[in-house]
């Protein structure tokens, strides 16, 4: 049963304490991101991988940071840096990352809530 | 900056009727687009798409249509159904990522 995995569904954390999420991919797709949504927004584009071992900013980089040592695995920390951290967190994936043609497949999300 | 808008934020429609969806975008870079759907508390789902160098692609009761030269695309349901409530997200596509419109809110009343 192939898809992607986010644990845990709900957080919550103390301001100032940093937290990481949890995004699991068994689709071997190469391509992974981290997109957060707000009320009223659209998902904005945090960080993505092409490859393992490489990763690269999105549009909202600020107080984030993530890993890619495996290529079933995309870890996010939301850092004690990040002004506004509570927010809903969505991981995706697709093939390649690289033709606009890969479909990216998203995750259930994790609602974060900083107390 | 925002390139991709989608400036209704909710639609209503009656079951069996049609639904129009629709989105603008500014950047000319975009060589794909997407529609996702959206349930509250879950991940969006992917919908259908089309390529910049074609005007309609369907599937189903789903059809999207571009202008380029307008820089819009729509997303037809037709016929709507109760469980196509949801919010619906557009999307360009530029070197393999994604800009998300704000999305809108579909109300598909039986």
């Known amino acids: 049963d192939g898809g992607i995995t986010q644990s845990p569904k709900y957080l919550f954390r103390k301001e100032g304490q940093n937290v990481t999420l949890s995004c699991e991919q068994n689709?071997?797709?190469?391509?992974m991101y981290w997109y957060r949504q707000d009320p009223g927004q659209g998902l904005r584009l945090i960080y993505y991988s092409q490859i393992v071992n490489d990763f690269q900013k999105g549009d909202i980089a600020e107080g984030y940071s993530v890993s890619r040592e495996k290529k079933e695995s995309f870890p996010l920390t939301v850092t004690s840096a990040q002004k506004n951290p509570t927010a809903f967190y969505l991981c995706?994936?697709?093939?390649?990352?690289?033709?606009?043609?890969?479909?990216?497949?998203f995750g259930p999300g994790t609602r974060l809530t900083v107390l | 900056d925002q390139q991709v808008k989608q400036n209704s934020p909710s639609l209503s429609v009656q079951e069996g009727r049609i639904s129009i969806l629709n989105c603008d975008y500014t950047?000319?870079?975009?060589?794909?687009f997407l529609w996702y759907k959206k349930y509250p508390a879950e991940g969006p789902t992917f919908l259908i798409s089309i390529s910049s160098i074609k005007d309609k692609n369907e599937d189903g009761r789903f059809t999207v249509f571009l202008n380029k030269s307008a820089k819009h695309l729509s997303l037809h349901i037709v016929p709507s159904q109760p469980g196509d409530s949801a919010v619906y997200f557009c999307a360009g596509a530029s070197y393999g990522k994604l800009t998300f419109g704000q999305g809108t809110i579909l109300t598909v009343h039986p």
């Open positions: 689709l071997n797709h190469d391509a």
């Open positions: 995706a994936s697709s093939i390649t990352g690289t033709y606009d043609t890969d479909t990216q497949y």
């Open positions: 950047n000319s870079m975009f060589d794909y």
